[in-house]
């Protein structure tokens, strides 16, 4: 029998194991339950996989994500693996097939949706054979805290106590506060299960928050820069998303649209679209991307802030899955607070809580967005303060993020903040940033006539610093500690006890401000592969693959991911032992495709050494 190396490279490719996914290969293999919190694209599938492929009997995977299913069955499939999935998407005829298959013990790994737990003829087909593992995806759905709770998620529980028998039970999510790791340890009835946590890191991922004056013009310029690469722009609103998609249309990128509203069949085939790579750039809500592993993403745009660091982080790690450079934008302005305020304020109540539970919901919500907000106005590196976030120690400097590229001057703005901090005060702390931020720089509108604020002795006291300066210190501020917003719907600001030092002159403040950024800064340090290799080469490798996707009809990384191709343009291989270097290049795939792929290695390298 294979031992789990050999199954790494034989049926995936891939010479070595990542950080963590051994450790919970070896503790399945050992028999023992796991409960495993990785990053998205950190390769949670395999640590379910591997195993999978060396017991004698089935592997179950529970997972909420019908278009993902079909995805890595499509994956194991050309890997040589027998799997198979059970959703309703099948058909009856297809539906029918799968069981009495299940029933024959003819699959290795089968993908169900939780729903089917509690069917019976699926029970009936289990009752025949060998369940060693029930992997359970997305497991952070069986919590009422997650951020998606699933009712169905609470079949599983009963389905193993149906079984008679306890298969191994390995857990597997993205994102887990302590609270929720206890509710999947509980709720799955978890035995004492190896429990790990690996970094949040994703070092090829460089970070940018900026706050544009137009953003799409800035969207126009980032999309400059990834001209030959695929990305996606997430909007928070529909509309938006309609309006940018029509907008890239109009200036002929190859662009598609996804959002709830669109019909079944649209959102379908724009999906398609976009993985089968036949259009370049997807704007969607956060509709879009749950269960799409489509590893070739250069780069993630948000046009809107979203809700939570929760969120933004999953969002923004749809790039860069093979481990190519990528990056990930957001584009911030004060208006995407408001809209998430009005969000929170206006979500459909969680039936299942009672009202108590849910007002904890929505205080919660509030406070993660004001992580978000502070993360969008950050000065200081920003991936330390998203592994911050996560509960894990970084350098306070990555070199790879907006802020850590950009250089500072450090400006003491004790007096700017003294001014800020009297308005607050003098005004009653009755309101919020704009309202401060008109009454200092002696802004004349209605609601600064309607309650006599001209008057006021702070009014206008700001009026030659502009409206982004003067709230990047209130921000600062905030942040800082030196104020506090109270109050949700209509938050003010209020000055805090540490502000007195400040106000009495005892403490004087200091502040990093960006010098205006020049886009060639944060262009330079591109330490991308796929400048040193050889595109011409990289072209005609893809259009191959294209070729067999095509002809396949699955999406072209399912074939092998542009990580595979680029190593290949490196190691240049031109024999078989060679090939199977090549990351990504497993005993199946080579059996399928290696032979025309080093056809063209082959002629490519002789042609070059004829010139
Ligand atoms: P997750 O489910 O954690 O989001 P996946 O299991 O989909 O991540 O894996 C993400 C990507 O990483 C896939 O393209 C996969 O082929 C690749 N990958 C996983 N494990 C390894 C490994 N040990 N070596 C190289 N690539 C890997
Ligand atoms: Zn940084």
Redesign the pocket.
């Known amino acids: 029998m294979l031992d789990k190396n050999a199954v790494?490279k034989q049926y995936f490719g891939?010479s070595?194991?990542?950080a963590g996914?051994e450790q919970v290969v070896d503790a399945i293999l050992q028999g023992q339950d796991a409960l495993c919190v990785?990053p998205?694209?950190?390769?949670?599938?395999?640590c379910y996989q591997v195993p999978a492929l060396m017991f004698d009997g089935i592997t179950l995977v529970v997972s909420p994500l019908v278009s993902l299913m079909k995805d890595q069955v499509n994956a194991l499939t050309q890997n040589g693996v027998k799997a198979a999935y059970l959703n309703s998407s099948l058909t009856f005829g297809q539906y029918a097939m799968v069981i009495s298959n299940i029933r024959r013990g003819a699959y290795k790994i089968l993908y169900v949706a939780p729903e089917r737990l509690a069917v019976a003829d699926f029970l009936d087909a289990c009752s025949g054979i060998k369940i060693d593992l029930l992997a359970i995806d997305e497991a952070h759905c069986i919590s009422h805290w997650g951020q998606d709770f699933r009712p169905s998620y609470l079949n599983i529980a009963d389905f193993v106590d149906l079984l008679g028998y306890r298969p191994i039970i390995a857990a597997f999510t993205?994102t887990a506060t302590a609270e929720v790791k206890d509710d999947i340890e509980y709720s799955l009835k978890l035995k004492a299960p190896f429990r790990i946590t690996t970094g949040f890191d994703r070092p090829n991922l460089r970070f940018e928050a900026i706050r544009p004056k137009n953003k799409f013009d800035e969207l126009l310029r980032i999309l400059k820069q990834h001209t030959e690469e695929v990305g996606i722009i997430y909007c928070s609103t529909r509309k938006t998303v309609e309006a940018v998609g029509e907008k890239l249309n109009e200036l002929g990128f190859s662009v598609t649209i996804y959002h709830a509203g669109l019909e079944d069949a649209v959102r379908k085939q724009n999906q398609e679209d976009f993985v089968y790579d036949r259009k370049h750039i997807m704007v969607a809500t956060n509709a879009f991307g749950m269960g799409i592993?489509k590893?070739n993403v250069s780069y993630v745009i948000h046009y809107n802030m979203p809700k939570d660091i929760e969120s933004y982080y999953q969002e923004a790690g749809r790039a860069g899955?093979?481990g190519s450079y990528a990056v990930c934008t957001l584009l911030y302005s004060a208006r995407d607070v408001r809209t998430n305020q009005f969000l929170i304020e206006h979500s459909e109540p969680n039936p299942a809580l009672t009202v108590a539970q849910q007002e904890v919901l929505r205080a919660r919500d509030y406070e993660r967005l004001k992580k978000m907000t502070f993360y969008s106005t950050a000065i200081t590196c920003l991936r330390s303060f998203i592994l911050d976030y996560f509960g894990e120690k970084a350098p306070n400097y990555c070199g790879n993020c907006s802020n850590c590229l950009s250089q500072f001057t450090e400006v003491d703005i004790t007096v700017d903040a003294q001014k800020i901090l009297s308005c607050i005060k003098r005004t009653g702390e009755r309101f919020g940033k704009k309202m401060i931020c008109d009454i200092l720089r002696g802004s004349m509108n209605e609601r600064i006539m309607k309650f006599r604020l001209a008057g006021q002795t702070t009014y206008g006291l700001m009026r030659d610093r502009s409206v982004a300066q003067v709230r990047d210190m209130i921000d600062y501020l905030e942040f800082e500690g030196y104020i506090e917003t109270r109050g949700n719907e209509y938050p003010t600001l209020a000055v805090t006890q540490k502000a007195n030092a400040v106000l009495f002159g005892q403490e004087q403040l200091v502040m990093k401000q960006a010098k205006p950024k020049a886009p060639a800064v944060l262009k330079v340090k591109k330490g991308n592969i796929k400048e040193t290799v050889d595109r011409s080469l990289l072209a005609e490798l893809k259009a191959l693959r294209r070729k067999i996707a095509d002809s396949k009809g699955v999406p072209a990384y399912v074939v092998f991911?542009d990580a595979t191709l680029v190593d290949m343009c490196q190691k240049h291989p031109t024999t078989v032992e060679e090939l199977l270097d090549v990351?990504g290049v497993g005993r199946v795939k080579l059996e399928l495709y290696g032979e025309i792929f080093l056809q063209i290695l082959r002629t490519y390298d002789r042609t070059e050494k004829e010139s």
Do not use: W, Y
Not at 40 to 46: H, P
């Open positions: 790494l891939h070595a194991f990542r996914q990785m998205t694209g950190a390769g949670k599938s395999l993205a592993d590893s899955r093979d991911s990351s």
